[in-house]
């Protein structure tokens, strides 16, 4: 047992008193010598409603039961305590009983992103909010499943200072709310465009090291990320390099089980092994191994040693082709270390068991002493936004039916944008080139055994005043 405490139940006439217990993954409210009479599956195709009094103080705690919801009434350490235990492992309703709408700072096809405010505490959070009309208009369980899958990572990674942290998850009426640590600084992207100069050896290093070591701890974890590029890198103050997070894990999976083969990614940081899989064997078990996030990290070490990308081309079937071939120019870069020039060239190594692992890429930096500790400010030639946050997005054309050079055995399926976000729409805009998004074509997690007629059938149990508007205003769901 993990947690036991009472529960009252108020009816017109009498109030009958429970016990109310959570075990492993379970819920468990009875009398006490009697065999419980409400249990509630801990999982995320069941939700919790809260009350909250006008000083946002914990009262009441609400479950589904035979189409109605059953509302127990506690003493507000032991709900604080239980709705600790259950945090980020079941979604909650009521958002709004928690936090408020600053602004819309990002949108896109799939989600918005919303500044939200802890009522209580008035710290700033992001609140990604998936609609799910999005999640279950392609009539199949997959998206469901990333986001899922998204959520379960996050959870078993909360506490490395270079992976951003999810904070809370909320279901509404019509919208999945993830809510995230806020980030205030520009993307990795982003900070490269405003770069006029060479960005200094140590400079590389310090953002270098932060993110090998965020990926080694996701890798000891047995999760491979599979979307790593400059996007997906976030600061987490304007102008500061050495407070660097990795965001974004819609894609990632776990490499102790082969899973169903996807091509997946964003073109240009593909690891080139994928692109040489069998064709024979789309569908079948496949198994990812971490070398193709180092990859990845090899794309983004060239381009801050170069300024420019590994792949470039406006079009996505040549910049899919030139990242397939993976023909690249491997000069010497006088103006950096040798030790980075290994790391550069270790990372971009074709032949992924020759390719170095995290740990092997930290330890080449180690061997060069760095000029300083890790810390403080990188002065930048121009001025950084403060309102931009790592779900930052942009419109884009929509390659899903695009054709590709590939053959149509491996392509037949569209490409699915699912919720990866990009930044930068200035400079694209500027530069009239198309933002290449993440997709993924086939499965990328086991089936769960649901249906996504269970969401609809769950809608409707609680009342929400959700944050869900076009206007940035809440709206009453009825």
């Known amino acids: 047992m993990i947690y036991s405490c009472q529960v009252i139940r108020k009816h017109f006439l009498f109030n009958q008193t429970y016990k109310l217990q959570i075990q492993e993954d379970k819920l468990f409210i009875g009398l006490d010598d009697r065999p419980a009479k409400y249990e509630l599956e801990i999982n995320f195709l069941n939700k919790i409603g809260w009350k909250v009094n006008d000083q946002g103080v914990l009262q009441a705690l609400g479950l589904k039961y035979q189409n109605s919801c059953k509302w127990f009434y506690g003493q507000p350490s032991d709900l604080l ?87 809370d998850i909320f279901e509404g009426e019509q919208t999945y709310y993830l809510v995230f640590e806020y980030l205030e600084g520009e993307t990795l992207h982003k900070f490269l465009k405003l770069q006029t100069d060479l960005i200094p050896d140590i400079s590389i290093r310090i953002i270098l090291l932060q993110l090998l070591n965020g990926i080694n701890s996701f890798h000891s974890e047995n999760y491979i990320h599979r979307d790593i590029k400059l996007e997906n890198i976030v600061f987490c103050k304007p102008n ?90 491997k000069g010497y870069h006088n103006f950096y270390s040798n030790s980075l020039n290994q790391v550069l060239f270790g990372l971009l190594e074709v032949n992924p068991n020759k390719r170095l ?85 086939a499965f990328s997690q086991e089936m769960f055994d649901s249906s996504t007629q269970q969401i609809s059938m769950r809608n409707g149990l609680f009342e929400d005043e959700i944050i869900e508007s076009d206007t940035h205003q809440k709206q009453k769901q009825k």
């Open 81 to 167: 305590q239980i709705k600790a235990i259950l945090n980020n492992r079941i979604f909650f309703h009521s958002i709004s009983s928690f936090y408020s709408s600053n602004e819309q700072i990002g949108s896109g096809a799939s989600c918005k992103v919303l500044l939200i405010t802890d009522t209580q505490s008035k710290k700033k959070y992001a609140a990604k909010c998936i609609s799910k009309e999005y999640i279950t208009k392609k009539n199949t369980p997959d998206r469901l499943n990333r986001l899922f899958n998204e959520i379960n990572i996050l959870r078993s990674i909360q506490n490395h200072r270079n992976i951003v942290k999810l904070i």
């Open 240 to 329: 500061v390099i050495s407070s660097l997070k990795l965001i974004d894990f819609g894609l990632a999976i776990s490499n102790i089980q082969p899973v169903s083969f996807a091509v997946c990614g964003t073109p240009g940081y593909i690891a080139p092994e994928i692109f040489q899989y069998d064709e024979s064997k789309q569908g079948q078990k496949f198994r990812f191994t971490s070398k193709v996030d180092m990859f990845g990290i090899g794309v983004i070490l060239y381009r801050l040693m170069n300024r420019q990308p590994l792949f470039e081309s406006d079009k996505t079937k040549d910049l899919l082709q030139l990242n397939k071939k993976c023909y690249f120019s």
């Open 357 to 441: 692992s995290s740990e092997e890429a930290i330890q080449l930096l180690s061997q060069q002493q760095l000029g300083k500790q890790i810390g403080g400010s990188f002065a930048t030639t121009k001025s950084h936004q403060n309102d931009i946050d790592e779900f930052e997005v942009e419109s884009t054309i929509d390659h899903a039916n695009q054709p590709y050079p590939f053959s149509a055995k491996i392509l037949k399926q569209e490409l699915e944008n699912s919720y990866h976000q990009n930044d930068d729409n200035r400079f694209i805009t500027s530069l009239q080139k198309s933002y290449y998004p993440s997709f993924s074509l």
